[in-house]
T-cell receptor
Framework: KAGVTQTPRYLIKTRGQQVTLSCSPISGHRSVSWYQQTPGQGLQFLFEYFSETQRNKGNFPGRFSGRQFSNSRSEMNVSTLELGDSALYLC???????????????FGPGTRLTVL | GDSVTQMEGPVTLSEEAFLTINCTYTATGYPSLFWYVQYPGEGLQLLLKATKADDKGSNKGFEATYRKETTSFHLEKGSVQVSDSAVYFCALSRADTGRRALTFGSGTRLQVQP
């Protein structure tokens, strides 16, 4: 079974621009979560989508948004880029199993975003 | 809120040495616990998990036991290899509350020398 795929793998943008990142989950997985990884803040949760609806949201400004399509693929958008948005953006998928069942998230390789 | 604390790195070991990376957590209820590993330039790979107290997760020679009484989930391996050099993250999730976001520790870099 193919793993989580993310495109593009690398991206360079300038301040003020916007960017869209894409994530395709493992086949059969309907939940997609996004995380930001930086040297200073570590791994932080952005949001989770399930059945095309945002289910959970982290503590990020409204410039960060996402959506999920009917085939479970997800996109993340960042508008008005700032230098501090430079990071590795990781997508993870899961089956969103029953509570207490150890719902496991599987990660993609990430998109490395550099903001100049 | 929930939190995960890991020992500071880097941890430098010689090949075939015993490895312990400490992880403790703060959470009410019944979190699930995970160890992920990140190799240079890659995403996170699930190493092992445990979903309830006294469960032991194991994979590729790594083990960790969910200790509710000490709120710990320490990672161990009996004999490390150079190929184990990576950053290791301890994490928890609260699927029991419906909040499935992973809360991560700060990561521990392991360097294994030949």
């Amino acid at each position: 079974k193919a793993g989580v795929t993310q495109t593009p793998r690398y991206l360079i943008k300038t301040r003020g621009q916007q960017v869209t990142l894409s994530c395709s989950p493992i086949s059969g997985h309907r939940s997609v979560s996004w995380y930001q990884q930086t040297p200073g803040q570590g791994l932080q949760f952005l949001f989770e989508y399930f059945s095309e609806t945002q289910r959970n949201k982290g503590n990020f400004p409204g410039r960060f948004s996402g959506r999920q399509f009917s085939n479970s693929r997800s996109e993340m958008n960042v508008s008005t880029l700032e230098l501090g948005d430079s990071a590795l953006y990781l997508c993870a998928s899961s089956t969103r199993g029953l509570a207490g069942a150890g719902d496991t998230q599987y990660f993609g390789p990430g998109t490395r975003l550099t903001v100049l | 809120g929930d939190s995960v604390t890991q020992m500071e790195g880097p941890v430098t070991l010689s090949e075939e040495a015993f490895l312990t990376i400490n992880c403790t957590y703060t959470a009410t209820g019944y979190p699930s616990l995970f160890w992920y590993v990140q190799y240079p330039g890659e995403g996170l790979q699930l190493l092992l998990k445990a979903t309830k107290a006294d469960d032991k997760g194991s994979n590729k020679g790594f083990e960790a036991t969910y200790r509710k009484e000490t709120t710990s989930f320490h990672l161990e391996k009996g004999s490390v290899q150079v190929s184990d050099s990576a950053v290791y993250f301890c994490a928890l999730s609260r699927a029991d509350t419906g909040r499935r976001a992973l809360t991560f520790g700060s990561g521990t870099r392991l360097q294994v020398q030949p």
